[in-house]
């Protein structure tokens, strides 16, 4: 399940498309984290201080809350980063099996961010190379369709991973009471996104590979279904960022680092 697959071949002539809504998903995620460090700013700078009303006050408050006078822990950033963003032992040490929900979908949907972006990255060399003449001289793993083969097995793994947890997640919401007496929309429309997100790349690999997700379903159709898991993708998981429960995939690893880990 990779975003921007099949560019190179039947989505070649949609590729203008995909770089419009990419610029639109950037611009408007832009705008919605400039909407929410002004928002920030309207708070207090430190401890005692007066609210600030300039953007630069979140920042303020981070090398604040990074000084000797705020409550920080004695790690060191790489600790921090190690284990508590990226790990998560937090989550781990109050639930083992919310923590293994929120990592494999943390690491799946990352790791496919990370990777689809390589080979939007691969797709827009090529374009150029052929455009103005060096296509020929790139190394034989920039070639997309030779890069993508490169990436098919970790893309089937990191997409499973992704799966995995949001299966889990749909059980919690569904099934255990405290759970789903808590869920609001918010929550909701981030667990349907993020299943839509996932069940299109999979139909839409499927698809274009003639694997089982895409048993039965014409060929032509590719095209359309890869252009819609990009324009959702894309949507979803960076213009929406700013405005909904996904900023704390942000705000939660930049206060972290301020306080240096910690509860």
Same mark, same amino acid.
């Given at each position: 399940?990779?975003?921007?697959?099949?560019?190179?071949?039947?989505?070649?002539?949609?590729?203008?498309?995909?770089?419009?809504?990419?610029?639109?998903?950037?611009?408007?995620?832009?705008?919605?984290?400039?909407?929410?460090?002004?928002?920030?700013?309207?708070?207090?700078?430190?401890?005692?201080?007066?609210?600030?009303?300039?953007?630069?006050?979140?920042?303020?408050?981070?090398?604040?809350?990074?000084?000797? *006078?705020?409550?920080?822990?004695?790690?060191?950033? #790489? &600790?921090?980063?190690? #284990?508590?963003?990226?790990?998560?032992?937090?989550?781990?040490?109050?639930?083992?099996?919310?923590?293994?929900? *929120?990592?494999?979908?943390?690491?799946?949907?990352?790791?496919?961010?990370?990777?689809?972006?390589?080979?939007?990255?691969? &797709?827009?060399? *090529?374009?150029? %190379?052929?455009?103005?003449?060096?296509?020929?001289? #790139?190394?034989?793993?920039?070639?997309? &369709?030779?890069?993508?083969?490169?990436?098919?097995?970790?893309?089937?793994?990191?997409?499973?991973?992704?799966?995995?947890?949001?299966?889990?997640?749909?059980?919690?919401?569904?099934?255990?009471?405290?759970?789903?007496?808590?869920?609001?929309?918010?929550?909701?429309?981030?667990?349907?996104?993020?299943?839509?997100?996932?069940?299109?790349?999979?139909?839409?690999?499927?698809?274009?590979?003639?694997?089982?997700? %895409?048993?039965?379903?014409?060929?032509?159709?590719?095209?359309?279904?890869?252009?819609? *898991?990009?324009?959702?993708? #894309?949507?979803?998981?960076?213009?929406?960022?700013?405005?909904?429960?996904?900023?704390?995939?942000?705000?939660?690893?930049?206060?972290?680092?301020?306080?240096?880990?910690?509860?």
């Amino acid at each position: 399940m990779d975003y921007f697959a099949g560019v190179t071949d039947a989505l070649r002539v949609t590729f203008v498309q995909m770089m419009l809504i990419s610029i639109l998903a950037m611009g408007i995620f832009v705008v919605g984290m400039y909407i929410n460090l002004k928002k920030w700013g309207m708070g207090s700078t430190g401890y005692g201080a007066s609210p600030s009303k300039s953007i630069m006050a979140f920042p303020k408050m981070l090398m604040y809350q990074m000084s000797e *006078h705020a409550h920080v822990h004695n790690q060191s950033v #790489l &600790e921090t980063f190690v #284990l508590d963003i990226l790990f998560q032992r937090r989550i781990l040490r109050r639930s083992p099996l919310r923590w293994f929900m *929120h990592f494999t979908i943390f690491v799946g949907w990352m790791t496919l961010f990370a990777m689809s972006g390589a080979m939007f990255a691969v &797709e827009m060399i *090529h374009l150029i %190379g052929e455009k103005v003449g060096y296509a020929h001289s #790139l190394p034989w793993f920039m070639i997309p &369709e030779t890069f993508r083969e490169l990436l098919s097995v970790p893309n089937d793994v990191f997409s499973y991973i992704l799966l995995i947890g949001i299966v889990i997640a749909i059980y919690r919401r569904l099934f255990v009471v405290k759970v789903r007496e808590a869920t609001i929309a918010y929550d909701s429309i981030l667990l349907i996104g993020l299943t839509i997100i996932t069940i299109s790349g999979f139909i839409s690999d499927g698809i274009r590979t003639g694997r089982i997700w %895409g048993f039965g379903i014409d060929s032509e159709f590719a095209p359309p279904m890869a252009l819609f *898991h990009v324009v959702i993708s #894309l949507l979803f998981c960076i213009a929406y960022i700013p405005f909904s429960k996904y900023i704390h995939v942000i705000a939660i690893p930049l206060a972290l680092l301020a306080n240096k880990g910690g509860e």
